[in-house]
């Protein structure tokens, strides 16, 4: 499996960005899926997880971000509103049939990740 994130860039604080992660070789639609991220310096953390039935967010983006999928497209989505500079980092998707796994970074399948970077 291949996960392929896109839509980082430059945003100035206060603005939105979409990110996709697309899948491919095989259908990830029964996998929880999860974005991460990876600043200056920083160890990876989580960021939100999206599973069949529920969404779990971190703190610090709850009611900024948004995890969604489309299945029939076999692509993550994370919506990234009022972003801020803090939030400059590189965004990574993951897949793992374990959605505990997942939830510590232990996924089966990593995308190369994508940078956001986020102008004060």
């Known amino acids: 499996v291949y996960l392929v994130e896109s839509g980082g860039g430059l945003v100035q604080a206060g603005g939105s960005l979409r990110l996709s992660c697309a899948a491919s070789?095989?259908?990830?639609?029964?996998?929880?899926m999860a974005w991460f991220r990876q600043g200056p310096g920083m160890k990876r953390e989580f960021l939100a997880m999206?599973?069949?039935?529920?969404?779990d967010y971190r703190d610090s983006v709850k009611g900024r971000f948004t995890i969604t999928r489309d299945n029939a497209k076999n692509t993550l989505y994370l919506q990234m509103n009022n972003l801020k500079p803090e939030d400059t980092a590189v965004y990574y998707c993951?897949?793992?049939?374990?959605?505990?796994?997942?939830?510590?970074?232990?996924?089966?399948?990593w995308g190369q990740g994508t940078q956001v970077t986020v102008s004060a």
């Open positions: 999206i599973t069949s039935s529920e969404t």
């Open positions: 070789r095989r259908s990830l639609s029964n996998y929880p």
């Open positions: 993951a897949a793992e049939e374990n959605p505990v796994k997942l939830r510590i970074g232990m996924a089966e399948y």
